[in-house]
């Protein structure tokens, strides 16, 4: 990956990913409030972004092998803590919290500034091309296993 995509794709942190957006008036309701659903939109965002700069590129990962491995959301927990506003900076901060077998749980938060906005568990569960569970590959627990919470 070049620098300029690395950089649009945030960063690896001690903990985790930081990826930063800006709130543009697409994402806000009339009173220029995030709407509530775009904060899945920033959360996936953040989630794609981690995969990329752990060098795991989803589309590569589907044809790497006659069973393909694909990554989806199984559960999703969201506390709304208080409302992003257009113009604002966000930062989206992905953690893992574990990574083996056939699923991924990952912490992640919004905040604006110190701010906290957003606070999100999310299970992933993996399956091949079909639909089915297939077992994470053990490189691949071994990058997200690297970067669990501190």
């Keep these: 990956m070049d620098d300029m995509n690395f950089a649009l794709a945030g960063e690896l942190t001690e903990s985790g990913h930081r990826l ?39 589309s590569a990962l589907l044809s790497a092998d006659q069973e393909g491995l694909v990554f989806v959301v199984h559960r999703m927990e969201i506390d709304f803590k208080q409302p992003a506003r257009m113009d604002d900076i966000l930062t989206i ?42 077992r994470l590959p053990e490189t691949i627990a071994e990058k997200f296993l690297g970067m669990t919470a501190r």
């Design 20 to 58: 930063t957006q800006r709130v543009y008036y697409e994402d806000t309701d009339f009173s220029g409030v995030v709407y509530h659903a775009r904060y899945l939109h920033f959360l996936e965002r953040g989630r794609t972004d981690y995969l990329r700069c752990l060098g795991c590129e989803q």
């Design 93 to 134: 901060q992905t953690v893992t919290e574990k990574a083996g077998g056939a699923k991924m749980v990952l912490s992640q938060e919004v905040r604006c500034g110190e701010t906290l906005l957003i606070a999100a568990r999310v299970v992933i569960a993996v399956i091949n091309r079909m639909g089915r569970p297939r």
